[in-house]
Nanobody
Framework: QVTLVESGGGSVQPGESVTLSCVVSAFTSCMGWFRQAPGMEREGIASMSRGGSTFYADWVRGRFTISKDSANNKLVLRMNNLKPEDTAMYYC????????????????WGQGTQVTVSS
């Protein structure tokens, strides 16, 4: 069983950056980040396969970067130029098969970390 613990959320102003971390008990074949805003469906942001291939949602448009800190067993999401519409709960996820940014690729989820972007 894989455990995932997110951290790094908080309140920031538009245009600022935030780095989210997810401490994982073990990396799986697909690791990813999702978010869910109030009243909205959960959406995939980015994922990374065991081989290092990365997948991003089209709307990310270079603002977010997923990476792996293997030395510290962390999955990292760097978010730049944050906007109010990025306000959401952010979740780390793990899957054991194919990789992509859709929920069907994942079956283990962290508890989430809140990011609020407001002036």
């Amino acid at each position: 069983q894989v455990t995932l613990v997110e951290s790094g959320g908080g309140s920031v102003q538009p245009g600022e950056s935030v780095t989210l971390s997810c401490v994982v008990s073990a990396f799986t074949s697909c690791m990813g980040w999702f978010r869910q805003a109030p009243g909205m469906e959960r959406e995939g942001i980015a994922s990374m396969s065991r081989g290092g291939s990365t997948f991003y949602a089209d709307w990310v448009r270079g603002r977010f970067t997923i990476s792996k800190d293997s030395a510290n067993n962390k999955l990292v999401l760097r978010m730049n130029n944050l906007k109010p519409e990025d306000t959401a709960m952010y979740y780390c996820a793990a899957g054991f098969g194919s990789c992509g940014i859709y929920s069907r690729y994942f079956n283990t989820w962290g508890q989430g970390t809140q990011v609020t972007v407001s002036s």
